[in-house]
């Protein structure tokens, strides 16, 4: 006695008209007496023949209209990868280099007015003093002045003892 | 009939042209909805082939036979729609990854009444589409050109380049397929 899992293994064969005509034969009368595995069958058949044995798809009554309309409208022409990503990065190249020269200009214009000289010249007087004459030199001497000043005292009152 | 429409195509009537267009529109929408299983997107192909078959009439050679040229375009197009449909399947499984369901209640709520009146039928189909997506590509050509009842195995083979007793092996080992997919997704 055969179980109702051996049939199912053999449905699809059986549906597919693999089976030899004994097998057929066993599996159809096991199919009359089983309600699950003739469920199962059932469904697995009118899924299969609803690919298998198609009905008419309803036309659509425009397609000429719409064929002719697409085929007088003339379809652009894909770019080329070159064209895609070439014409973006020059034109990023020619931004960049546009901003770059436009601060070198602003670097390199120098005006010559009065004023312009005056603050040259207030600019480098400036540096000058603070080269020639830095606080922290005059402090230092400050502090040399101070010792000196003081190891003199230090003299004097030694050799008056 | 078939050079003298090739020809009158060629020579730009437009009126030879839509005649074409009448006697193959319902044969090669049959052909698209088999591996597309989808009423609109077998519309859209059935365009396409028609655009190609236009352009390409210049190049058919008139030893062949025009019904089984057009139906090679209508498989290679179908085919390449398969293809790219799965590949726009996956982008779009991301996209609805981030996407909100606020702000679309009512969409949703219609979506769930038709739903609910169409759910076995919707259900089905889904079953059938996917053990239609497991079968080799030969076997699922050949299975869909031999369902439909206007193409003979003869006319199958031509179409393939295969022979005709290749068409009858692939038929049934597609169908046996078929079953056994069908019978483990259920």
Redesign the interface.
């Known amino acids: 006695m055969k179980t109702c899992k051996q049939y ?1 293994s053999k ?3 059986y ?4 089976l030899s005509t004994d097998q057929s034969v066993d599996v159809a009368a096991h199919l009359k007496i089983c309600p699950g595995c003739r469920i ?1 069958a059932e ?2 058949e ?3 023949d ?5 009905s ?5 009554p425009f ?2 209209t ?3 309309n ?2 007088l409208t003339p379809t652009q022409p894909k770019k080329s990868l070159v064209a895609r990503f070439l014409q973006p990065a020059a034109y990023v190249v020619v931004l960049f280099l546009g901003i770059y020269l436009g601060i070198q200009l602003g670097y390199s214009t120098k005006s010559d007015t009065a004023s312009s000289y005056a603050d040259a010249y207030v600019e480098s007087l400036y540096f000058n003093e603070m080269k020639l004459d830095p606080i922290t030199t005059n402090l230092l001497q400050a502090e040399e002045e101070t010792e000196i000043d003081k190891m003199k005292k230090e003299e004097n009152d030694e050799n008056q003892q | 009939m078939t050079d003298n429409l090739v020809t009158a195509i060629l020579r730009g009537e437009q009126e030879a042209f839509k005649t074409l267009v009448d006697t193959y529109q319902q044969m090669v929408l049959n052909v698209c909805y088999g591996f597309v299983q989808d009423q609109d997107d077998a519309q859209d192909i059935t365009q396409e082939v028609f655009i190609q078959v236009y352009q390409k009439l210049p190049t058919f050679r008139k030893d062949a036979k025009l019904a089984t040229w057009i139906y090679r375009i209508a498989v290679n197009y179908s085919l390449n729609y398969i293809r790219s449909k799965k590949r726009r399947g996956f982008l779009s499984s991301i996209d609805e990854l981030f996407e909100t369901t606020h702000g679309n209640e009512d969409a949703l709520q219609s979506q769930s009444e038709e739903a609910d009146s169409s759910l076995l039928a919707a259900e089905d189909e889904q079953i059938l589409k996917k053990a239609l997506e497991k079968l080799p590509k030969k076997q699922r050509v050949a299975l869909t050109l031999s369902s439909l009842q206007e193409l003979s195995y003869k006319e199958v083979a031509d179409v393939m380049n295969v022979s005709v007793n290749q068409v009858g092996v692939l038929v049934t080992r597609g169908k046996k397929k078929l079953y056994t997919y069908l019978q483990k997704s259920m």
């Open positions: 199912k449905l699809a064969n549906l597919a008209g693999k199962q469904k697995m009118k899924l299969a609803a690919f298998l044995s198609p008419n798809v309803p036309v659509n397609l000429y719409r064929i002719q697409r085929l």
